[in-house]
């Protein structure tokens, strides 16, 4: 119904997140009213983007170096490690200012419903990690749903045993709640209420 380019177009907006038939249509005839050279910055920034953003080698947090902002960062809490499953945990965390520790990003669960195992994400290098490191607490802060709770019992039970403190965000979030949704107040709170599990 629509020339094959715009029509490509509404394709492309309609691969974003919420983003239905009618909004994608919406806007791909505004991106075509936009002048060029926005148009070319639009292209760009999401090309490079892509291109120069990748994993943090020690934590997995996104990072255009080879290692994040806060793991360059020496005079953060060494001793402690907050494990969520997603790099958009870490900017929600980051913004209630109250967390002065490390970050390890899982990019994802396991999930014994899915077939998903310890492999299949990033826990390996956490391990890694807390073998000769100076690290007293590991604090656990996947979501609250059942596969963020298989993935806290699985670390604990595998963490506890090298003397390691391990606690859990307290239950002030919502059961089956996102920490990339959580007001700030709600996060602040979880944080400094965290329970040793
Ligand atoms: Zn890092």
Redesign the pocket.
């Known amino acids: 119904m629509y020339p094959t380019p715009i029509a490509k177009l509404i394709e492309s907006f309609m691969k974003l997140p919420g983003i239905g038939q009618k909004t994608a249509t919406r806007l791909a005839f505004f991106a075509i009213g936009m002048d060029d050279q926005t148009v070319n910055d639009f292209a760009a920034n999401l090309l490079t983007a892509k291109r120069e953003l990748k994993f ?1 080698v ?4 996104l ?1 255009d170096q080879e ?2 902002e ?2 360059r960062d020496e005079s953060r809490d060494q001793t402690t490690i907050l494990v969520v499953e997603d790099a958009k945990d870490v900017t929600a965390l980051e913004r209630i200012r109250e967390y002065r520790g490390l ?1 390890h990003v899982l990019h994802g669960t396991i999930s014994p419903m899915e077939g998903r195992g310890p492999d299949d994400i990033n826990m390996k290098s956490l391990i890694e990690r807390l073998m000769d490191s100076a690290v007293e607490e590991v604090i656990i802060a996947t979501n609250a749903t059942a596969d963020g709770e298989a993935t806290a019992m699985y670390l604990s039970r595998l963490i506890k045993p090298a003397g390691i403190k391990v606690t859990r965000l307290a239950r002030g979030l919502a059961v089956g709640a996102d920490i990339e949704y959580a007001d700030e107040v709600t996060l602040s709170k979880a944080v400094e209420n965290r329970q040793e599990i």
């Open positions: 943090c020690t934590c997995g947090n990072t290692k994040c806060i793991c970050y």
